[in-house]
């Protein structure tokens, strides 16, 4: 069996600046504890901008052949921790978390992982009143990279930022293509398909039609019921999905991201939360 499964019961105890002008630079502070997956804080332009919504980003660059992990029904590790430390009057907003892919070890497990170069978009709610100097801000992060063996690894990162005048356009970043990158990954509402993707949970069955795809896959969240076969069920060729559910009885949560694959087209992701009936 893989490491992970082992070694995740004695980790289960633990787990609970500089300014340049016109430029966000990413400060490591702390080197992390396992060099396979290395941590930085990135922005998306080149300041915040007073009175709106700015982006950020959680930095994850692993080696080749070693994973990270998505926040869902993994049968193995946990997904990184996240946080933050802001100036007075700066709030942060939910994580943005995308879209994963499905990795099967020997021993039927199936996790849901990042791999290579991984952005966690984070929001930031600038204050309409803030301006004048740089800020920082600073990340701590905990985290499981594995290949054959897993390895905990820890760190922080801090990014110092200018802020710019409130209802002015903000500049590009150095980083800004991997942002732009990343959102194609990012689960759209599943309202946004307009009713190309169906999908019901009936019966102890959930059903994904998407007519016309070479592919569908589900990848449940945490809060989900889980799928009862989901490494023979939770991935299908065509535009037809059945699986059993793990749980089947009328109420039971069903939600996490929906994979579709059109001919010629990238993969399209939507966000699923449906109740069993």
Not at 129 to 142: F, K, Y
Not at 197 to 213: C, D, F, H
Request: net charge neutral; with cysteine; glycine share 10%.
């Amino acid at each position: 069996m893989k490491l992970a499964a082992i070694i995740l019961s004695a980790l289960a105890a633990c787990t609970g600046a500089t300014h340049a002008a016109a430029a966000a630079l990413a400060v490591p502070t702390i080197q992390p504890a396992s060099n396979q997956a290395r941590l930085s804080l990135i922005a998306e332009h080149q300041e915040l901008i007073p009175g709106q919504t700015n982006y950020i980003a959680a930095r994850f660059q692993i080696d080749a052949g070693w994973h990270i992990y998505w926040p869902g029904l993994n049968d193995t590790g946990f997904p990184p921790s996240l946080n933050l430390t802001m100036p007075a009057g700066f709030t942060v907003g939910e994580t943005l978390w995308p879209a994963p892919k499905r990795y099967t070890s020997p021993g039927e497990i199936l996790d849901y992982i990042y791999e290579k170069d991984v952005l966690l978009i984070i929001p930031v709610e600038v204050p309409g009143d803030a301006g004048g100097d740089p800020i920082t801000i600073r990340l701590e992060s905990r985290w499981l990279v594995c290949k054959e063996a897993c390895i905990p690894g820890e760190g922080a990162a801090e990014l110092t930022i200018p802020v710019g005048k409130r209802g002015e356009k903000p500049r590009p970043g150095e980083h800004a293509k991997l942002f732009t990158a990343v959102r194609e990954r990012l689960p759209k509402p599943f309202a946004d398909s307009r009713g190309t993707v169906r999908a019901t949970a009936s019966g102890g069955e959930l059903r994904i039609e998407a007519p016309g795809a070479e592919s569908v896959a589900f990848f449940p969240a945490a809060e989900s019921t889980g799928l009862a076969r989901p490494i023979e069920q939770g991935a299908a060729k065509g535009g037809i999905l059945n699986a059993r559910l793990a749980d089947a009885a009328p109420g039971a949560a069903v939600q996490g991201v929906v994979e579709v694959v059109l001919p010629g087209k990238k993969p399209v992701y939507y966000t699923l939360k449906i109740r069993a009936d």
